[in-house]
């Protein structure tokens, strides 16, 4: 289809998509530079070198029980051999519950990811990643970018239902949502052992604003894809608004006529005047 047969309403949609979107850029750029200083050391650090003696004594203490109930080897044998099973014993175990000492959330990536869930409120946010002067400039940012971002997905919304509507807007947001999640998963270097199902649940929770607690994303590529998922779930949910109206209409019709009836109103009004 060529620009000149676009509806004048598409026209108009994408003209202001494309201002506002060079203005949010501007305002999570401004973000990205500001976050990072106002990010104390991630206090994770120090739950990690905690939980890393906490380990290793437990490793120490394994050790003394193996060699107890082994006599086929001798001490250093068996040591070195255990020592090298605790030693990918104690990776697995640190990459199964997130730990990394080498985690530093005062970087650009780090302060761009704040800036996107702020202004997106698809969080999470850990509060005591942020210093206190930090925390007030975080509500400020959030009371501009928020709105501002709201704007650029109205936008691109409107672009989206001159498109589509009704059943067709669902098949696109859900087709979207699955390639998404092939997507995810790719990036993400999903495995076997992690259900497809579990990827597609993740995207879901990031287009509908709920997010995830373990949500990071690598590039730039997520969040474009997440803003384009997020102005499909706000179609959709509109949608479903006016669809859900319809079909309660006519009880809400009756609770209305009821009301009316039995004087709910007046006798609440009448009771407020007295009190």
Request: glycine letters at 8%; aromatic letters at 12%; charged letters at 20%.
């Amino acid at each position: 289809m060529a620009p000149t047969e676009l509806s004048p309403r598409f026209q108009l949609a994408l003209r202001r998509t494309v201002f506002y979107s060079i203005a949010l850029l501007v305002w999570l750029v401004l973000g990205t530079v500001l976050f990072p200083i106002l990010t104390t050391s991630s206090p994770r650090e120090e739950d990690n070198v905690g939980s890393l003696f906490r380990l290793d004594a437990k490793r120490s203490d394994l050790l003394n029980v193996l060699w107890a109930e082994t006599i086929t080897n001798s001490e250093d044998d068996w040591s070195e051999l255990a020592d090298q099973k605790l030693e990918l014993y104690e990776k697995a175990l640190l990459q199964h519950y997130g730990i990394d000492l080498n985690r530093d959330d005062r970087n650009f990536a780090a302060g761009l990811q704040k800036a996107f869930a702020l202004s997106s409120t698809i969080g999470p946010l850990d509060v005591d990643d942020f210093t206190t002067t930090g925390k007030l400039i975080a509500v400020i940012y959030a009371l501009i970018g928020t709105p501002l971002f709201l704007t650029v997905i109205h936008q691109i919304g409107r672009m989206i239902t001159s498109l589509w509507q009704g059943v067709n807007l669902l098949i696109s947001t859900f087709v979207f949502i699955f390639i998404s999640a092939v997507v995810y998963d790719i990036i993400e270097g999903g495995n076997d052992d992690v259900p497809f199902l579990e990827a597609i649940f993740s995207i879901f929770l990031q287009f509908s604003t709920v997010g995830e607690v373990d949500n990071e994303f690598h590039g730039i590529g997520p969040y474009i894809i997440c803003i384009l998922g997020l102005s499909l779930m706000s179609s959709v949910f509109g949608y479903m608004q006016q669809r859900i109206e319809r079909w309660i209409h006519p009880f809400e019709y009756a609770f209305n006529s009821e009301w009316k009836a039995n004087g709910y109103g007046i006798e609440a009004a009448g009771a407020l005047k007295d009190g």
